[in-house]
């Protein structure tokens, strides 16, 4: 079993809180969300706000807060191979209700498939808030170009 190493980002401002499903090998390893590589999440966001890509975990907090967005994940604890979603057991959710409390959420909405999944099945009858799914920031979600991520993630500045 796996804890999440990673505690969430947020604060009184943030009106759109970003889920996605647990954090990779990567991620873990740097302390920070989305931190392999090759995940296109920073770049996307960057894009969307118009702003430069964030490049330490300082920058990173940062870049979130500065722009009303909280990021955390639906996972708290799993058994999980590497950092394939697809390997996702025995499941423990996070708690949102601190961040949806304290913060001025209008909209969650979920990195991918997968998450979207695990919210629905864990955390969507608590909050009472149903999610919207975007297209996965992830290497493995080859068939999106960063452009198309883009267009589509643009909704969460509306």
């Not at 959420?105 to 919207?132: D, S």
Request: charged letters at 25%; one cysteine or more.
């Amino acid at each position: 079993m796996i804890q999440h190493p990673i505690a969430p980002v947020y604060d009184e401002a943030s009106n759109v809180l970003i889920l996605g499903s647990f954090p990779s090998v990567k991620s873990r390893e740097q302390g920070f969300f989305y931190g392999h590589p090759q995940n296109r999440f920073w770049r996307v966001l960057s894009a969307v706000y118009e702003k430069p890509v964030p490049q330490t975990v300082e920058d990173k907090k940062a870049f979130l807060l500065e722009n009303g967005v909280a990021v955390w994940d639906v996972i708290a604890s799993c058994d999980i191979q590497g950092s394939a979603d697809s390997s996702i057991r025995n499941a423990q959710p996070t708690d949102l209700g601190e961040i949806l409390a304290k913060g001025k959420i209008r909209q969650i909405y979920v990195n991918g498939r997968k998450a979207e999944q695990l919210y629905r099945k864990y955390q969507e009858k608590q909050t009472g808030l149903k999610a919207v799914c975007l297209p996965s920031t992830s290497p493995a979600n080859a068939a999106w170009s960063v452009d198309r991520l883009v267009e589509a993630w643009k909704v969460i500045r509306e």
